[in-house]
DNA sequence: TTGACATGCAACCAAATGGTTGCATATTAG
DNA sequence: CTAATATGCAACCATTTGGTTGCATGTCAA
């Protein structure tokens, strides 16, 4: 989980995941465009994301396909921010009257 | 939102905020137990959490008490992932897809 | 076959990150 | 007042990160 958390802290990869999400399938040199940084940094953020199961790959000939895979980024939500999720009220009520507290 | 994503990246910093999840309110010195890094380090990353206010403070005389402040992972479940846990499905069907077309 | 295209690999570099240590400051206890 | 306690600030260091460039490899098209 620790790779997928740091794949998601880089704006670029979070980006990539934006453009595979509102388009999959796409080549490295379609996911090149826009962002401006070379060919060879686009590869290795999609490296990380690979690595990090974010993101999977299928070769068609001298192309390669990258396809968005969303369990990673479930299992986060389920695991581990639904735990705060579900206590949200609760640790914001905790929180307020711990600072409220403080001004009596 | 990047200072969130960037701060919930960390071993670390996951660690602090899930203490701080199970007792709120606690001492810097109190946070610094079990985690095997200076004092510093711990108020350092403290610092980040801060930073990107997944945590709020409250000084007690000289002690400086944290407190969770779920509200940032929240917004990260609502506005991010959100978006890829409601079409799970549909992308996970896609790849699915994209994988076995490749085999035929 | 040959050239163009899509990608990979590796060396290199600057900046950010995560950690340390030493010392300073503020508050509480005796 | 003085000690001890709780924390802050700043310099410093090694490693990681995010980017670059140059060159190599594999595939398609003419």
Known sequence: MDAVFKALADEGRRTLLDRLFARNGQTLGELCEEMHMSRQAVAKHLGILEE???????????????????VPINEIAERWIGKYERNRLAALS???????????
């Not at 990090?52 to 969303?70: D, F, I, S, T």
């Open 94 to 104: 905790a929180l307020k009257q711990a600072l409220e507290g403080d001004k009596k």
């Open 52 to 70: 990090a199961n974010l993101v999977v790959v299928q070769w068609r000939g001298r192309e390669k396909l990258h396809y968005l895979n969303p």
